[in-house]
């Protein structure tokens, strides 16, 4: 499954704000994680924020069959008609992997129907995602753990419905532990929540995080399937 | 589980517009809906769209342990401040039935992330409720399968994401299946989606319906839980 | 849902060869898992590995609701026909509540299909149970965590079906985390994996821990359903 | 994913008694199968019951990537000691896909923990499967439903633990339903039960139901995962 059209959204303002978050990633978090996946035969572009329409007018949107998306202080500021010709997007087929913050995002509030609240807590601590999933593709060439150091802890409870499958589970070192991948379907598309990833850490930088992303953008593709038929129809067998 | 606080919400506008559902249900769906839950012990009240906050005002939905909700051809109508807070006392534990059309409705939508699509007809065929789930709370005292007939057809693909239960599938005389009765939990609170209850059929009036519907109240009755504590937070370990 | 007839099974050999788990259960864990559920208004019966059949003989099995199991050293010894009978009744909708190390019981693995298998350590650690599904009945009446100090570790991966549902994750001072609650269908009946209760530790003794038994008994309890009719079957509408 | 290696086990023996059966899969249904796996590039061998030790003896179940199993009438002949290496087989990642009959068959059975008991009827019906999971891998290139005509009827209530994801529920003529496209996970494997394929009807020549198992081959692919470490290990933090 190479060739897919991704686009990697950032809201790209702690970069531009923060120095330390500068530092790790100088030309935003998006900038980070895209080279990974073109590397991997994909086609990729970038869309952020403050771009006109956030980067996804035109038909953008129609051409990604993978979105990832990372945002954290300005989710309010993404327009509802995006929100909107995402969530379509979405039920249409088109893959989605929110990350990290974006648990709080328009579009993933959205497509759970909960509030997606959650602990954090920002602490220079350790932590260690275990694999739940063994055989799962998007476990696919992980050993049985990813240690992260330092990262920010999200703990339980993450009210969000109760994951399709679940790969993976966080360890914190302050005492919590998270449902930290997450794979949901709405409509024909598919939606992996992956938590790490806290701006002032260079998780994204990290391989066996870059791995886990390369193979749920895999996983994500669109299916070519049929779109069913809604509304009113007629019978197929006699009726009286 | 008896003694619950019932709130049983109607649009009530086809029973007043339409002579032949006005014959089927005099004072209203509610009024079919209520005295079934009212003599299993519980306190039942109704509320429609007409009265004022849709009769779901002051304290009404803080008083409601399990809320149920038929809806048709207005459910653009419903306050979106009124969904808002139906969708937070779900998420705090209240339990919600949405029947039939209802589908369509907004807390539904709101609630799955998804279209609720699907295909229907009304045409006078035989509707067959089969148990996909004996040894579920909700088909208790049930046979293998319940007949209606006649009934609407409502066919899949039905867009909603896939039920935490499947409790019944039905099979329609026009050559259509469909996922009848659906569980979701959201937050704490518990949510099951029934689907028979077409306005121009005296579904609500048969016995074997009113003992899903009272099984199912009884299902999704809040859960006396802690709400988890969410935000910002310390740690119980100490790090570094 | 008082009332129920719960039997308790255990293994009883630890406590009678080893005097350190003898000073914590001097009658045996099924001695002190009984009284609380007695307490509770049910009718609470024990049985032990070495009575005849297991103390599983005659209509016991018949006459049983919820069973729980505690099993450790000795499961080999358990005799095939029994665990046949155990399958056959939770088929037939009696609940099974399999604790800690009945992981491994010949009963769990039957019914999962799969090794059960999973790390362990018994290092004195700290264990703190995370609820991950407020609301759920299982956690009726809990905080959002519960601690143990000190417990066994049993770690991920742990080699179960995904859990229909999951309500507790624990985590463990040296590292690990554990799907620790854990709820599966089979058949009609219902299923309560529960980690915590290493035969050196009071664990059993604990309110907290004797809270989430008694909630988890009044889930598993047999639903009166219908039992389906299989096999060659006549048809309900004409074919032709 | 081409190039898999697949095992399509067949009993063979309805194709050798019955004339009828002979006459629409005169080299087993084995043969049928295995063509069209081949020509999307897979390498294909069969393996049938008379075979000594079924044709999965040596090397040939670690050499398998997914495993096709058509049984009936013999079931109880397939030796333990094969069943044992194909559960073992499949906990470390193996694909199964029981097709049909083999609903009963040993290594199902095995899998699923339930008695995977349902009703059935040879009467030359129609069957309709409707795909219920739109976007689903194993629907790929689908329309909305297949039609089979004549094919037998199997009917709710199908006693299995509930599929983590189901991808069909059939419609039948004689007034059932039946969900017939399950998958399910166990260990590091995959699972996918699909429904048609009764002997005396010509259904595994059918493009579409070739479609369906073409791509459950390639969704029950093995995962290259790390099998995770089990039993005793060290702590990964400092303790006390």
């Given at each position: 499954m190479t060739g897919l059209r991704i686009t990697v959204w950032n809201e790209f303002r702690h970069e531009r704000s923060n120095p330390a978050v500068g530092a790790i990633y100088p030309?935003?978090?998006?900038?980070?994680?895209?080279?990974?996946?073109?590397?991997?035969?994909?086609a990729v572009r970038t869309a952020t924020l403050?771009?006109?329409?956030?980067?996804?007018?035109?038909?953008?949107?129609?051409?990604?069959?993978?979105?990832?998306?990372?945002g954290h202080q300005a989710h309010a500021e993404v327009q509802d008609a995006v929100v909107d010709r995402i969530q379509a997007r979405v039920l249409a087929g088109?893959?989605?992997?929110?990350?990290?913050?974006?648990?709080?995002?328009?579009?993933?509030?959205?497509?759970?129907?909960?509030?997606?609240?959650?602990k954090w807590r920002v602490a220079d601590e350790?932590?260690?995602?275990?694999?739940?999933?063994?055989?799962?593709?998007?476990?696919?060439?992980?050993?049985?753990?990813?240690?992260l150091e330092p990262e920010e802890m999200y703990g339980e409870?993450?009210?969000?419905?109760?994951?399709e499958e679940l790969v993976f589970v966080s360890w914190f070192q302050g005492g919590e532990v998270f449902r930290s991948g997450c794979c949901f379907r709405r409509g024909a598309g598919r939606i992996f929540y992956f938590r790490p990833g806290h701006e002032t850490y260079p998780t994204y930088h990290q391989p066996m995080i870059q791995r886990v992303i390369a193979n749920a953008v895999r996983w994500a593709a669109p299916v070519p399937t049929a779109q069913p038929k809604h509304g009113r129809c007629d019978a197929l067998e006699r009726i009286g």
């Open positions: 030309d935003g978090i998006h900038a980070a994680l895209a080279p990974p996946l073109s590397e991997a035969g994909h403050d771009e006109p329409e956030h980067g996804l007018g035109g038909a953008v949107l129609d051409e990604t069959d993978v979105l990832l998306w990372w088109m893959g989605l992997i929110p990350l990290h913050s974006a648990h709080f995002s328009k579009i993933f509030k959205r497509l759970m129907g909960t509030s997606c609240n959650l350790r932590e260690r995602l275990w694999v739940t999933a063994p055989g799962h593709p998007i476990a696919a060439g992980l050993p049985e753990r990813i240690e409870h993450f009210d969000i419905p109760a994951p």
